[in-house]
């Protein structure tokens, strides 16, 4: 279980060197997934190695389907309690303004307040010149960033569309952030969806707190 890798390539072992010819890899713990260039990666911790030395691997390379199987266990259960808490939450506070949409809907506004000031000033240089000329949109309004491979760089918020949770993703070297069903984001960015209800559930914990503090 592992992978393999000779220690001594193109040169005539000696006798010291035949018990060492080959070094095994063993792989003690999957701790990620992802998704590279289209293809399931998965990073693991080696046995005997530190977690420096951890590296991401393909799927179809790996003869540890154990690890495998215990890691995506593990994982949809993590996933479940950390649903759990945010749903819960949300229900305790379904007759308050919902701060996560607030926050996805200052994000917009702020895009749109910059667009419009660019728009405005555009059309006062045209007045001025007695040239009045539509601004030409963006190009990268137009491009779907799933088609073309985007990749995030975090996750500003969620809400509800249609009675299914989507997430507002922010794409990495851009200012630009869209709604992304969570079934895609869940696939594609496991690890920053993770670090996103983590931080969630670390916000609740922290008010539960201070709210029996108070009490």
Not at 178 to 194: C, E, F, G, H, M
Not at 199 to 206: E, F, H, I, N, S
Request: aromatic share 6%; with cysteine.
């Amino acid at each position: 279980m592992g992978k393999k890798k000779t220690a001594l390539e193109g040169k005539q072992p000696t006798i010291e060197q035949e018990s060492v010819d080959e070094e095994i890899y063993e792989v003690e713990k999957v701790v990620g997934k992802r998704i590279h260039q289209g293809k399931v990666e998965y990073l693991l911790k080696w046995k005997g190695y530190s977690s420096n030395d951890n590296t991401w691997e393909p799927e179809d390379s790996l003869d540890c389907s154990e690890l495998l199987q215990e890691y995506e266990k593990n994982k949809e259960r993590h996933e479940a309690r950390l649903e759990a808490t945010v749903k819960k939450e949300k229900k305790e506070k379904r007759k308050e303004p919902s701060e996560i949409k607030a926050e996805g809907k200052n994000k917009r506004r702020k895009l749109a307040e910059t667009v419009g000031d660019k728009k405005e000033k555009s059309y006062q240089q045209a007045n001025e010149s007695n040239d009045v000329t539509e601004e030409e949109p963006g190009k990268e309004d137009d491009v779907d960033p799933l088609a073309e491979g985007w990749e995030a760089s975090d996750i500003l918020g969620a809400t509800d569309v249609e009675g299914k949770v989507h997430f507002l993703i922010k794409w990495k070297d851009t200012d630009r952030a869209d709604l992304i069903p969570s079934t895609i984001a869940n696939k594609r960015w496991p690890q920053i969806v993770i670090k996103f209800y983590e931080d969630r559930v670390t916000w609740t914990q922290t008010n539960d707190k201070e709210e029996n503090g108070d009490s």
